[in-house]
């Protein structure tokens, strides 16, 4: 299964996030339900480790483990970098200190809700500190949207040309408001070329 974004999908991102809220996340879509800055920033360097949790990132299909290698794949090409070290597979307590990291951890027990009280596996909740981005969910599926709402943070952090990518501190809860989300084309007015409906369809797959 392939997951990863177009790249016309990450080429609006570069193209609007000229407007940044300073030490708050950039605008994205679909935005962070919640989001609570601290002081400081993330530096993502090309040395960030992977590191998706032992306890149960094996399970599922597609496991954190499957979404964590896609994850790392759409890195390379969002943030420009021509190599990042693999994903690996960890107990807490033996990820390597100093080194940025990303942890990714599934924890059944986690309950996020959609607008009307049901629960739903597609939520996740996310701390950053200058040395962690940890993303914790209650399923493989909502850990894998806590990672792209990372690399939409990351397209906005090399849109701004600064010397690092660098992600606010700060922790944050997001979760869908819908089991269904749609997109609106007006077909019957405007003109749509094949190509471009695909691309569209692919993008709505992955927000």
């Not at 974004?5 to 030490?23: D, E, I």
């Not at 896609?70 to 597979?89: E, H, I, K, N």
């Not at 040309?161 to 007006?186: K, N, Q, T, Y």
Request: proline share 7%; net charge negative.
């Amino acid at each position: 299964m392939r997951l990863s974004w177009p790249g016309s999908v990450w080429a609006v991102w570069f193209a609007s996030a000229s407007v940044v809220r300073a030490a708050d996340l950039a605008p994205q879509i679909p935005s962070v339900a919640n989001f609570t800055a601290g002081e400081g920033a993330f530096k993502l360097l090309p040395d960030v480790q992977i590191v998706v949790d032992s306890a149960h990132g094996l399970e599922g299909s597609p496991s954190a483990l499957a979404f964590a290698q896609t994850f790392r794949t759409d890195l390379l090409s969002v943030a420009g970098y021509s190599w990042v070290p693999p994903v690996t597979v960890l107990l807490a307590s033996t990820i390597a200190p100093g080194l940025p990291t990303i942890h990714i951890i599934v924890d059944p027990t986690r309950e996020f809700t959609l607008y009307n009280g049901k629960q739903t596996l597609e939520g996740y909740d996310f701390e950053v500190t200058p040395y962690m981005y940890t993303i914790k969910a209650a399923a493989p599926i909502g850990a894998w949207w806590g990672m792209v709402t990372l690399l939409q943070q990351v397209a906005s952090s090399v849109a701004k040309s600064a010397a690092h990518i660098s992600i606010p501190v700060g922790a944050g809860l997001d979760s869908p408001g819908w089991e269904v989300r749609g997109f609106m084309l007006d077909a019957g007015r405007h003109w749509f070329d094949t190509s471009f409906l695909c691309k569209i369809v692919r993008a709505c797959t992955e927000i």
